[in-house]
């Protein structure tokens, strides 16, 4: 089951605003700013900053041996962004009837999975947003994107992460759990939070946000698909300024919802992902960290090789 946001009614108003981010594609290539620092071949961004080293100190950040797992318990009912739609349908090949497999009559049960990879905890790969059909290191919507799979950017070329990772508790920093719909956070609020913490973001880092907006997950869905607190324009340049590899929150869209006023429609997800080849991380479980302070971490994620996938369905996991 999936609901339709109330805040897309707000797309048309806002569309002369997104025209002025969105509808530049010629402009945006001439100031090439969609090329990649890495060169004209790169399909994995910000992952190319990822190295043993950064592994090896993240490592050096375990001390209690706590294990965090950051994915959601996702089924049928999952609030997601429309027309999202989830099911799951067990079987049992060759056993009709109840009868076993053999002489030992070996019974198995498989699984079927029919739904969109966007529901739940995700990772949106660099396939997943564009400007005006350019995606990240200008790759053109019609030379890449084809039915059964992405030609480029795919899903299954984003190698294993392992690096440090900071939770911000942005409800506490504003005082309320959870933080109301369309609150948004940028620089001035990122870096006080970080201070209040004693932690500074760093090149290489996975950066998430602590909203306390799952709760609503299981109470008020329809609440908590319609909008959400997230991360504003200025704070998306800022985390890009800082070179990290994702970033990530407890919301299904990362992107304050109201958007800002004179900000375009996910306009922080074309920042990050599209200009800059940073991955984003929904849905992210962030409440066990943030009871437990552990404001830094061992982050470890590995996402499902889908070849030519846009996204995958992800379970990172924190070791404290």
């Not at 010629?26 to 910000?46: F, L, M, R, V």
């Not at 949106?124 to 030609?151: M, P, R, S, W």
Request: glycine content about 12%; overall charge neutral; proline content about 5%.
């Amino acid at each position: 089951m999936s609901f339709q946001p109330r805040w897309t009614r707000l797309l048309r108003p806002l569309a002369t605003l997104a025209c002025a981010t969105v509808l530049t594609g010629a402009a945006h290539a001439q100031n090439d700013w969609c090329k990649s620092k890495y060169g004209p071949s790169d399909e994995i961004g910000a992952a190319n900053l990822l190295t043993p080293e950064m592994a090896l100190a993240a490592a050096k950040l375990v001390k209690t041996g706590k294990v965090y797992r950051l994915g959601v318990e996702t089924n049928s009912k999952t609030p997601a962004f429309g027309p999202r739609s989830w099911a799951l349908v067990i079987n049992q090949p060759g056993q009709v009837g109840g009868g076993g497999l053999g002489p030992t009559k070996t019974n198995y049960n498989d699984d079927i999975y029919m739904g969109y990879v966007g529901t739940g905890s995700q990772i949106d790969g660099l396939g997943h947003i564009g400007v005006d059909n350019v995606y990240y290191n200008c790759n053109k919507n019609a030379e890449f994107v084809q039915a059964n799979g992405l030609t480029k950017l795919g899903i299954q070329n984003l190698p294993g992460i392992v690096t440090r990772g900071v939770v911000l508790d942005m409800a506490s920093y504003f005082g309320k759990n959870p933080l109301p719909e369309g609150t948004v956070f940028n620089r001035k609020e990122i870096d006080e939070q970080a201070k209040k913490q004693g932690i500074e973001i760093r090149k290489g880092d996975v950066v998430l946000f602590h909203t306390g907006w799952q709760a609503l997950v299981g109470k008020d869905d329809k609440r908590f698909i319609s909008g959400e607190p997230g991360l504003g324009k200025d704070g998306a340049l800022y985390l890009a300024s800082k070179q990290v590899v994702a970033v990530g929150a407890d919301t299904w869209g990362l992107d304050a919802i109201p958007f800002e006023p004179g900000v375009g429609v996910f306009e922080v997800h074309q920042i990050l992902i599209a200009k800059n080849g940073i991955y984003i991380l929904e849905n992210i479980d962030t409440a066990e960290l943030v009871k437990d302070k552990a404001w830094e971490f061992m982050f470890t994620l590995g996402a499902s090789r889908f070849t030519g996938g846009v996204q995958a369905i992800i379970n990172p996991v924190a070791v404290r």
